[in-house]
Every structure is written in structure tokens, then in C-alpha cells.
């Protein structure tokens, strides 16, 4: 069976959803929205909560996680956009994008860690990543 192609260049509803846009221009869907993201739960044995476009997640040690795509960006210059929440009896979580060496088009690694620590990591509860770029 042969793969079809459907051409096009605004989507729309069929005008039974209300209170939102009817309409969405095919660009803003293929430059405007997130080809990946992903949230996790680092404590205990890390696992990936929900999900789009990832396959794996690895568990590099104490607050640091690599994150395996799916469907590989082109390059790896995406841009990654992260949220953490901290630990109880911890302030001041973050979030370190470890784009570079550890992190590839087809991977990424995020290393959390508490605010003013010095290469201290820190499992937390919940950590959200987003990425937007071209995929391959």
C-alpha cells in the first residue's frame, strides 16, 4: 500500500467546538510548536510521567537524567526550555540545560541541582523539558 500525501494550508474545525479559534494557519504548526517535551519524577527510580517524541530516559545519577528523542532534531541547536519543582525542605531548585558534549540531536541531559550548590545534585519530583526546533 502506497503512502498518500494530503496538501494544505489552514486547518479547521468542523464548528462544533466554541469558545476557542476555529482556524490554525499549517506554519505556526510546524514552526511554532514543541517537537518534544517531557515530564519526569528524578526520585527514587526516575521515569518519565507523560510524554511526546521521547523513547527512554536514563538515569545518570543524583540529579542528573539524559533524555532519548525519537524522531532526532536536525541539529542540536534546539532550543530547550526546563521547569523543576524542589524537594520538600529544599528552596531554590534549578535546572541545568547540559546541551554540548552530553546532549545530541537524537539526546538531551538535564542535571538538577539545589541553588548555590556546588556540583551537588538533587532528585526532584517533578521536572518538565520543552523543546522547539526542526526535526530531521
Not at 535546572?95 to 541553588?115: H, L, V
Request: charged fraction near 10%.
Amino acid at each position: 500500500m502506497a503512502n498518500g500525501t494530503i496538501a494544505f494550508d489552514t486547518l479547521q474545525t468542523s464548528g462544533q467546538i466554541t469558545g476557542t479559534a476555529k482556524s490554525l494557519d499549517t506554519d505556526y504548526v510546524v514552526n511554532g510548536s514543541a517537537k518534544c517535551w517531557v515530564t519526569l519524577n528524578g526520585t527514587g527510580t526516575a521515569a518519565i510521567l507523560d510524554s511526546l517524541n521521547t523513547s527512554g530516559l536514563t538515569d545518570n545519577g543524583t540529579g542528573d537524567y539524559t533524555v532519548a528523542i525519537n524522531n532526532d532534531f536536525s541539529t542540536v541547536n534546539y532550543s530547550l526550555t526546563t521547569g523543576v519543582k524542589g524537594v520538600s525542605g529544599t528552596s531554590n531548585a534549578i535546572a541545568e540545560i547540559d546541551i554540548g558534549t552530553a546532549s545530541s540531536a537524537s539526546s538531551f541531559k538535564i542535571d538538577t541541582m539545589q541553588a548555590g550548590a556546588t556540583q551537588s545534585g538533587l532528585d526532584c519530583p517533578l521536572l518538565n523539558c520543552t523543546l522547539h526546533g526542526d526535526l530531521a
